[in-house]
């Protein structure tokens, strides 16, 4: 089965750095995607990992371990539009696959 | 970029009654397209996985006489709810896969919002 786990609320002030961490345990591992979910709208892709280290994209940079089952998103320079749930999710057990498992989300607050 | 489009994005039905969602991809081919189920502040519930021209994949726990799913061309799936009752209503949000490989990315539409009275 899957299991993914992260924090249910956050809250950070503006402009400052927050990160929003996820661990999983998985029967197996393809790849690790981080969303943004605004309320009552889609989830919209911020990040994908599959291989060890960090990825950065502008105020957004995500990390993945594999061995220890750990990702984290780190957002720099928040801003009022941040605040959102992040998603972290999980593709499928098997390389041809396409599935994803969804942990529960953060929701984030950013504070002026 | 990709764009997945829902339709409706919003529907009010009475009990019983059967509603039809539409997943349309817009400017790529969706070899799969997955059906999700967002109740209020929980995460999203994959329920069926759809590959074109084929049965759907349900998941466990989901009733695949009740939410029929078609996935009858490569940019569009459509999920009907039969028979809907009121514990039926959440936000049914679709994605869709690209045919070809794109980061591996689903692109997500922009979800159905089902009330059923």
């Known amino acids: 089965g899957q299991n993914i786990d992260q924090p249910t609320e956050m809250t950070a002030t503006e402009g400052a750095i927050v990160q929003i961490n996820c661990t999983y345990q998985t029967s197996g591992f393809n790849g690790l995607f981080w969303y943004q979910q605004h309320a009552g709208e889609a989830p919209t892709f911020l990040s994908y990992?599959?291989?060890?280290g960090l990825e950065e994209k502008g105020r957004f940079s995500s990390f993945l371990s594999r061995s220890k089952g750990y990702s984290y998103l780190l957002l720099k320079e928040l801003q009022m539009k941040d605040s959102a749930s992040y998603l972290c999710?999980?593709?499928?057990?098997?390389?041809?696959?396409?599935?994803?498992?969804f942990g529960k989300g953060t929701k984030l607050s950013v504070i002026p | 970029g990709a764009v997945v489009s829902q339709h409706p994005s919003r529907v009010i039905c009475k009990s019983g009654t059967s509603v039809k969602i539409e997943c349309r991809s817009l400017?790529?081919?969706?070899?799969?397209m997955f059906w999700y189920r967002q109740f209020p502040k929980k995460s999203l519930m994959l329920m069926a996985t759809s590959n074109e021209g084929s049965k759907a994949t349900y998941e466990q726990g989901v009733e695949k006489d009740k939410f029929l799913i078609n996935h009858a061309s490569l940019t569009l799936s459509t999920l009907t709810v039969t028979s809907a009752h009121p514990e039926d209503s959440s936000f049914y949000i679709c994605s869709a896969k690209p045919r070809r490989e794109l980061r591996n990315e689903q692109f997500f539409g922009p979800g159905t919002r089902l009330t059923v009275l």
């Open positions: 990992n599959v291989l060890d």
């Open positions: 999710a999980v593709r499928g057990e098997k390389a041809g696959s396409y599935q994803l498992t």
């Open positions: 400017d790529f081919q969706a070899t799969t």
